[in-house]
Structures are given as C-alpha cells and as structure tokens.
C-alpha cells in the first residue's frame, strides 16, 4: 500500500510540506511566475476564473491579480487584466462568502452569469433526463452546472483574449472530485500539486480573511443536498488526504478509500482515448 502511495504522490506531483513563511512566500512567487509565463507563451491579454465562494478559487484569484499587477507594473502591458466571473445558479446560499472573496481579490473586472435558465432549459430539452430518479437526476444536472459555468467562462474568454484558469489541486484531483469538462477543463491550473492545507497557507499569506481560508469545502452542485462538505462525499477527510499524498501515515481503510477512489476515477485525469498503431 505505501507503493501505490508514492506511485500516486508522484503521479500527483505532490508539492512537499513548507517548512516556514519563507517557503509559502517562495511557492507563491513560483506559481505567481508560472500565471505569467502561461499568458505571455500563449500571446493572450486576460485571465478569467469563476468565483464560487471558496478557498480555491480565491487563492487562484489573488495569485492570477498579483500575476497581472505585477505584469502592469513591468511594463509588459496595460491590458493584462484578470477577469473574475460570478456564476449562481438563481440565488446561492452563501453569496455573501462569494462577495467577500470578490472584495479581497479586487479584479481588474468582475462579472455575473447566472447560469439558471440555461441549466433548466436544457434539463427540459433532454428527454434522457425524464426516466431518471430524483437522485440521479440531481446528481447529473449538479454535473450539468459545472459545465455550464465553463461554458460561461470560455464564452467571456473567447471575447476577451482570454486563458481560463482552473482550481483543481492535488486533493482533490486524487479523489476525482470535479467534473469532467467541467470545472475540470481549464487551460491552467496553478493550484496543482498542492495539498488541501497547503492552499489554505497561501490564501493566508497572500491576505485572504479566516471565513474564507478555513470555510468548509463544497462543490454546491446538488439541489437535494445544498452545501454538501466535500469530506461527506469522500468518506475521509481533508487532513488525512493531505496526509496520505505527503506520504504520513494513515489508518489502512483511509488508504483504501483514497486508492480504491483514484483509481476509478482514473478516466477523469486522462486525455481522450484514441487507438493506437
């Protein structure tokens, strides 16, 4: 078991505990530098992230705002921007946790979608949808809006030259807990590789306020279960997924999970399939 362990912390590329204030600072201006690099490879002028309310996308919001300024500043540019996108689904239940994290990133630009009607009206149009228990059905249409929001934030990145970032990181990538083409389809993720706490220690450094730092995580997408702790959904909790990519240990049934979960969600982290020669 500690072989799979490893195999999926270096699959993950697992960034190593920090060791100090210097070292979240030093992770920071890496990932600060690697926001830069992906704009200026790519010849592109904005950054545009969802905001939901949570840790990570506010952590990914305060790095992409820091990316930009500091981009402004060199004179790279006056119109690097980085675009930050509300995206409710009719009225969410912790809108004000989503304003506060608004406030504190301060973007170039901030807009609202409410992807409701667009969600409802093709839920009505998909007669796949009708034979479908009210548990199942929830669940897809909970998928549903994640790739609406997505849709949503290419639209606004397409019309302003935009890259669209991800929140994806090492904790919840080695669960599966996104959706594909979803939340999962992004073009960078400068979260990836960290662990669940190691997110909260740059939202932290980088000024974010304690409600959003230590709020409990939610992916929100289901009406049957509003507010759902991600941690209810794995069956382990954060700390001891951390735990286990950084290589500690952690009883044998919390590996279990944790393996026997990456593994089924393998198809999640791949690329399309396509035969081979």
Do not use: W
Not at 9 to 34: H, K, M
Not at 95 to 122: F, M, R, Y
Not at 128 to 141: G, I, Q, T
Request: glycine share 8%; proline share 5%; charged share 25%.
């Amino acid at each position: 078991m500690q072989g799979r362990q490893q195999q999926i912390a270096a699959a993950l590329n697992v960034c190593p505990p920090f060791d100090g204030p210097e070292a979240v600072q030093a992770e920071i201006d890496r990932r600060v530098a690697f926001i830069q690099k992906c704009l200026r490879d790519s010849g592109m002028k904005s950054l545009v992230l969802g905001i939901s309310g949570g840790v990570d996308s506010t952590t990914a919001g305060l790095l992409a705002q820091r990316a930009v300024e500091a981009m402004r500043a060199a004179g790279e540019g006056d119109d690097y921007r980085f675009i930050a996108v509300r995206l409710p689904y009719q009225v969410q239940h912790d809108e004000d946790e989503a304003q506060l994290a608004v406030d504190t990133i301060k973007p170039d630009e901030c807009h609202t979608v409410n992807i409701g009607a667009a969600v409802l009206g093709l839920s009505r149009a998909t007669e796949a949808l009708e034979s479908l228990a009210d548990s199942s059905r929830d669940f897809v249409l909970g998928n549903t809006k994640a790739r609406m929001r997505m849709v949503a934030q290419y639209t606004i990145a397409n019309a302003r030259q935009g890259l669209v970032i991800g929140t994806d990181h090492a904790a919840e990538a080695v669960m599966g807990f996104f959706t594909k083409f979803g939340d999962g389809a992004c073009d960078l993720t400068p979260l990836a590789g960290l662990v669940k706490g190691q997110v909260r220690q740059i939202a932290a450094a980088l000024g974010a306020p304690s409600q959003l730092v230590l709020k409990v995580p939610t992916a929100d997408l289901e009406e049957l279960t509003p507010g759902k702790p991600d941690e209810d959904a794995y069956g382990v909790t954060y700390e001891q997924i951390d735990a286990f990519l950084q290589g500690r240990e952690v009883p044998d049934e919390v590996a279990q999970i944790i393996i026997e979960t990456y593994d089924k969600s393998q198809h999640k982290r791949e690329m399309p399939k396509e035969p081979q020669r």
